[in-house]
C-alpha cells in the first residue's frame, strides 16, 4: 500500500522554524485547500454579492531539515504551494 497525497493552496500564515536538541530543523505551517461550497442540488452556492462561496479545510504541515530550511527562508502567508508528501495522523 502506499500513502501519498497531493495538496494545493495557500499559505494561513508564515512558517515557524524551530529545531530539536539533536539538531534537526522542523518547520511548519498551515496549508488552506478549498473548493466551491454547493447546495443540496449539488449546484454551486453563491452569497449575497454574486460570489462562489468556498468551502477552506486546514492541514498541517510538517518538513524537515534542509527543506523545512528553504521553506522558512522562501515561503510567506497568502503564497500558493504545492506539498506531496504522506498523510500521518
Not at 449546484?43 to 534542509?66: L, V
Request: proline share 2%.
Amino acid at each position: 500500500m502506499t500513502n501519498i497525497v497531493l495538496l494545493v493552496g495557500n499559505l494561513g500564515a508564515d512558517p515557524e522554524l524551530r529545531s530539536t536538541n539533536g539538531g534537526t530543523e522542523i518547520a511548519v505551517f498551515n496549508l488552506g485547500t478549498s473548493r466551491p461550497k454547493r447546495d443540496s442540488e449539488g449546484k454551486t452556492y453563491k452569497d449575497e454579492s454574486g460570489f462562489t462561496a468556498k468551502d477552506t479545510e486546514w492541514h498541517r504541515i510538517t518538513c524537515f531539515n534542509g527543506l523545512g530550511r528553504v521553506i522558512a527562508q522562501h515561503a510567506s502567508k497568502g503564497m500558493l504551494v504545492s506539498v506531496k508528501g504522506r498523510i500521518h495522523y
